[in-house]
């Protein structure tokens, strides 16, 4: 299978822990993107990458969130002493220069904050 | 602010009939427009883009139709099949920007 993969599906955290998502984008994919979604909403965009250069990061991102994309390759979201609010649906997707945008997305990680 | 608004929440079409999801923007900077599909316990599926240049654009049983002026698309589904029944998304993008912002959804129930 070659499609998006993320890692954990399913997160249960406390309050004021620390966790970290990881995303595996499609081999050829040079841009890799992180969403949110709450329940009842679309996605809302997090951060982007284009390969290993963060180029935009929503205000949405407080500075409890960071995310990486070392290599290129894969790309890790860690959020930092969590919050309830921040119970949601992480996306990750990813897309190729030229490709009209079309982003194609994993499963997600379904993020738990009690 | 809401830059891409589905107003219905939700649609029920009865199989072999046509189903018509609506999406509104209110960004003149964007330019490429986009349907996913989601279905429970996955990420969207893209179905279907269409880029600002055009005002139609066709794959198999989906169509979607855009109006420039009336800042609106929307997606045909003919004939719908009850594999068709998800959550729709509408998501537009802007000149040199390649976020994707997206409407609310609009849940499709097909039923035989």
């Known amino acids: 299978d070659t499609g998006v993969s993320q890692d954990p599906r399913h997160k249960i955290t406390k309050r004021g822990q620390n966790v970290t998502f990881r995303c595996d984008p499609i081999s050829e994919h040079n841009r890799l993107y992180w969403y949110r979604q709450t329940l009842g909403q679309g996605p809302e965009f997090l951060t982007y990458?284009?390969?290993?250069?963060?180029?935009?990061k929503s205000r949405l991102l407080s500075d409890r969130f960071s995310a990486e994309r070392p290599k290129g390759s894969f790309s890790t979201l860690e959020i930092q002493r969590t919050e309830q609010g921040d119970s949601a649906m992480y996306l990750c997707?990813?897309?190729?220069?030229?490709?009209?945008?079309?982003?194609?997305f994993g499963p997600g990680t379904r993020l738990t904050v009690l | 602010d809401q830059q891409v608004k589905q107003n219905s929440p939700s649609l029920s079409v009865q199989e072999g009939r046509i189903s018509i999801l609506n999406c509104d923007y209110t960004?003149?900077?964007?330019?490429?427009f986009l349907w996913y599909k989601k279905y429970p316990a996955e990420g969207p599926t893209f179905l279907i883009s269409?880029?600002?240049?055009?005002d139609k654009n066709e794959d198999g049983r989906f169509t979607v139709f855009l109006n420039k002026s009336a800042k609106h698309l929307s997606l045909h589904i003919v004939p719908s099949q009850p594999g068709d029944s998800a959550v729709y998304f509408c998501a537009a993008s802007a000149l040199r920007t390649d976020k994707l912002i997206f409407g609310t959804g609009t849940r499709l129930q097909v039923f035989p």
């Open positions: 269409i880029s600002s240049i055009k």
């Open positions: 960004n003149s900077m964007f330019d490429y």
């Open positions: 997707a990813s897309s190729r220069d030229g490709s009209d945008n079309e982003q194609f």
């Open positions: 990458f284009q390969n290993e250069a963060q180029l935009e």
